[in-house]
């Protein structure tokens, strides 16, 4: 229950101002504390989906770059939390700029404190730099999966910081900023479609052109191997699974009916989508397969992520089909294109925030908008608005371009620096990341060697000693 009563705001709009003088005025009158409440706990439930991606990738990759994918996913929250606080957020989010950035008006998260943010006049700045702050941190995270066994790390370190700047903060200024180009087109993206999703598959799929293929890539079958640890599979898919809750029910800025509504969609196209990948899968194989259930619970939360906040359940049921069926034949686009793109990030995120996006252009309703008991919207082609689906094609065909292309541009620039080569050599590439980068392993209490030869030759050597040991007992007696 709030402690104070909720009033209107009568500080100053429009421009950077810190809201009101906490030695004088309450500042926390205009606001809910039931909303405040909500709205953190969202903070740290997307905070948790970041480790959730590294144990996601490290279960899918191979042993010997185990760690190193759960370390980068923990360093992009260090990188960009610095970031964000000095100039991210206001590059993003600036109650001034241009159609395309913010300004530097709130540099070093000067002045932001109580004014009413930009994203919602229930929510003042402060509180809503700390919520998108996280969707800034798993954005680069999921991006940088592309680096598995072959990226450094130093380099991967500049890459997210540059990333966040040049990339990530544009495109969620031009879909979530009232100032930015695609809000004021008319866009729908709820919770992260283009900013998030496409934005990190598309960077994923440059990342890996520009590193090169792995070792052994073969452009028909690929690098054969099967994920090392499906456990860590799970793990990660269940912190991102209730994360998500904090992911799209937390966009809706308060504690309201729309955000119910965004959960309730968020799990239904979640489990739909696992379990449309696994019939996938059990046609090939007769197996139900783990590691598809949970690509496919991915793929369903992808997919609703932009429309969450904006369909009726029984449109969810037709995302996470749509996105199981859709990501899953995605995965096999990387051999067409000749890409090495070794963790599928642009067939999950890349497709599947494509796929959301111009579903919602579909399935979009002004009723379910207006739970939140202000939002009006025209809708999609269920209220025959049926411009929308070309509001939500330009939105995605620029953002996957921005991402691709700057991406692109980054990665060249970068290995020109002496020192931010991308790629390890061919000799780190066979001891792998954990051993050469990190000198850490993920399993050094339980493995016999680091090689699987080493462990053949010590078994050899064991039943030759054993051997000689027999015979020597048999001569004495």
């Not at 954005?139 to 990226?151: H, N, Q, S």
């Not at 990948?277 to 992520?305: H, M, N, P, Q």
Request: proline share 4%; glycine share 12%.
């Amino acid at each position: 229950m709030s402690s104070y009563t909720v009033s209107e705001y009568t500080g100053p709009e429009g421009f950077a101002d810190p809201g009101v003088n906490p030695l004088l005025e309450d500042i926390n009158a205009p606001y809910s504390a039931g909303d405040f409440a909500w709205i953190m706990t969202c903070s740290g439930l997307v905070l948790l989906m970041v480790p959730g991606v590294g144990f996601f990738y490290s279960g899918l990759a191979r042993r010997k770059s185990a760690l190193a994918l759960i370390w980068l996913s923990l360093i992009s929250i260090a990188v960009v939390g610095f970031q964000w606080f000095f100039w991210g957020y206001s590059l993003a989010f600036s109650h001034t700029g241009s159609a395309f950035i913010g300004d530097l008006s709130n540099f070093g998260l000067m002045k932001v404190l109580g004014q009413p943010s930009v994203g919602s006049s229930k929510l003042p700045d402060i509180l809503f730099c700390l919520y998108q702050g996280m969707f800034a941190a798993i954005t680069p995270a999921l991006a940088i999966g592309a680096a598995a066994d072959r990226g450094r790390m130093l380099p991967a370190i500049v890459f997210i910081f540059v990333w966040a700047t040049i990339v990530y903060d544009p495109i969620a200024y031009w879909t979530w900023n009232g100032n930015g180009w695609s809000f004021v087109m008319g866009g729908l993206d709820f919770a992260g479609g283009t900013p998030v999703h496409i934005s990190s598959g598309a960077a994923a799929l440059a990342y890996s052109l520009m590193l090169g293929k792995r070792t052994g890539y073969n452009k028909v079958n690929g690098l054969p191997y099967r994920p090392h640890n499906v456990t860590h599979v799970v793990l990660g898919t269940v912190f991102l699974w209730v994360g998500w809750f904090g992911f799209n029910g937390g966009s809706a800025l308060a504690a309201n009916t729309r955000a119910v509504m965004a959960c309730l969609v968020t799990h239904i196209s979640a489990c739909v989508g696992g379990f449309t990948w696994c019939l996938l899968d059990y046609r090939l194989e007769k197996k139900w397969s783990t590691v598809g259930f949970c690509s496919g619970v991915i793929a369903g939360l992808v997919t609703i992520t932009p429309a969450a906040g904006y369909i009726p359940p029984w449109s969810a049921v037709i995302f996470g089909v749509c996105g199981g069926i859709i990501c899953n034949f995605a995965t096999k686009l990387k051999f067409l294109i000749g890409i090495d793109e070794p963790l599928d990030v642009f067939a999950e995120h890349g497709v599947g925030g494509i796929v959301g996006n111009l579903l919602t252009g579909i399935f979009a309703a002004d009723w379910i908008a207006a739970l939140d008991g202000s939002t009006e919207i025209a809708g999609g082609w269920v209220n025959q608005n049926y411009i929308q689906l070309g509001y939500q094609l330009a939105d995605s065909v620029a953002g996957f371009a921005y991402s691709f292309v700057m991406t692109c541009v980054i990665c060249f620039l970068m290995n020109l620096v002496p020192g931010l080569s991308l790629r390890v050599s061919p000799e780190v590439e066979e001891i792998g990341l954990d051993d050469a980068e990190l000198g850490e392993f993920a399993y050094d209490y339980v493995e016999l060697s680091r090689h699987v030869n080493d462990v053949l030759v010590g078994s050899s050597a064991s039943v030759s000693v054993k051997e000689t040991t027999t015979e020597a007992t048999t001569e004495k007696a």
